[in-house]
T-cell receptor, first 112, second 116 residues
Framework: AQTVTQSQPEMSVQEAETVTLSCTYD???????LFWYKQPPSRQMILVIR??????QNATENRFSVNFQKAAKSFSLKISDSQLGDTAMYFC?????????FGAGTRLTVKP | EAGVAQSPRYKIIEKRQSVAFWCNPI?????LYWYQQILGQGPKLLIQ????????DSQLPKDRFSAERLKGVDSTLKIQPAKLEDSAVYLC??????????????FGPGTRLLVL
């Protein structure tokens, strides 16, 4: 069975600082996709960043980057230069052959 | 490009009543998903359609939940009869099914259901 674990229910960071959100997963497959989604308060879920398991290079999207450790089944999200608009729930997700599993989420608060 | 549309945005019903949710995916997206997100948890996939066929409904409580996507575009999710534990946000998502980002899902705003 596929599982996704986010061990940090809540985190906070000062504006302009860097924060890292953790995610571990379990799957028996070798080819899959990993995602970080952001869900701002009372707003819809949007994609932050995606990683294909067969690619060794870590994905980056502007201030967002991942540390993908396939052997350790770890997929952390680093947010650099945090902004107030980054305040949201962040969900790690694993997609293996259209079987999508989400973690329980990490609530991130960016403080001014 | 218009996003995923869902209606209603909010719904309050009493237990044992019926309720239906509607979803219109992004134009051209062949794959449509319904998720249940209980407060404080991540979304849980209920059912996935590829065009108008069901790909996965293994986590759909079929004794009370049903879903259809008759023409391969819009979809409806129904709960009959509702229970208190069905209180949640119901999210619809769609993905292209083809192209370099075919597995990326785009989410609608959700329907927040409260069962009293």
């Amino acid at each position: 069975a596929q599982t996704v674990t986010q061990s940090q229910p809540e985190m906070s960071v000062q504006e302009a600082e860097t924060v890292t959100l953790s995610c571990t997963y379990d799957t028996s497959e070798s080819n899959y996709y990993l995602f970080w989604y952001k869900q701002p308060p009372s707003r819809q879920m949007i994609l932050v960043i995606r990683q294909e398991a067969y690619k060794q290079q870590n994905a980056t999207e502007n201030r967002f980057s991942v540390n993908f450790q396939k052997a350790a089944k770890s997929f952390s999200l680093k947010i650099s230069d945090s902004q107030l608009g980054d305040t949201a729930m962040y969900f790690c997700a694993l997609d293996n052959n259209n079987d999508m599993r989400f973690g329980a989420g990490t609530r991130l608060t960016v403080k001014p | 490009e218009a996003g995923v549309a869902q209606s209603p945005r909010y719904k309050i019903i009493e237990k044992r009543q019926s309720v239906a949710f509607w979803c219109n995916p992004i134009s051209g997206h062949a794959t449509l998903y319904w998720y249940q997100q209980i407060l404080g948890q991540g979304p849980k996939l209920l059912i996935q359609f590829q065009n108008n066929g069901v790909v996965d409904d293994s986590q759909l409580p079929k004794d009370r939940f049903s879903a259809e996507r008759l023409k391969g575009v819009d979809s409806t999710l129904k709960i009959q009869p509702a229970k208190l534990e069905d209180s949640a946000v119901y999210l619809c998502a769609s993905s292209p099914a083809q192209g370099p980002h075919r597995e990326t899902q785009y989410f609608g705003p959700g329907t927040r259901l409260l069962v009293l």
